[in-house]
Nanobody, 117 residues
Framework: QVQLVESGGGLVQAGGSLRLSCAAS????????MGWYRQAPGKQRELVAV??????NYADSVKGRFTISRDNAKNTVYLQMNSLKPEDTAVYHC????????????WGQGTQVTVSS
């Protein structure tokens, strides 16, 4: 059973920074994609950033402010969030895809990020 343990959320003032972490365990197959999605109240879940190998993709709204990275040895993905804005307020969910063929997707419980103005 794949487990995702997220940490790093919290309350920060606009312009501040936070770093999210997500450690994956329990998979016997390769983790191919790791990333972060977020969901604000009353809105659909949206992609924030994903990383596969050395390739990273970001939502336009976070480009230049957020950086995703991955430690393969620890099966951990990080999201460094700088210059935070009130509109970044959301529950941030870790995401992993396991396997290249017949892959499976897993989601973390989420960590709250609140940015005050």
């Amino acid at each position: 059973q794949v487990q995702l343990v997220e940490s790093g959320g919290g309350l920060v003032q606009a312009g501040g920074s936070l770093r999210l972490s997500c450690a994956a365990s329990g998979s016997g197959r390769s983790i191919t994609v790791m990333g972060w999605y977020r969901q604000a109240p009353g809105k659909q879940r949206e992609l924030v950033a994903v990383i596969s190998g050395v390739d990273a993709n970001y939502a336009d709204s976070v480009k230049g402010r957020f950086t995703i990275s991955r430690d393969n040895a620890k099966n951990t993905v990080y999201l460094q969030m700088n210059s935070l804005k009130p509109e970044d307020t959301a529950v941030y969910h870790c995401y992993v895809r396991i396997g290249w063929v017949n892959s499976n997707d897993y989601w973390g419980q989420g960590t709250q990020v609140t940015v005050s103005s």
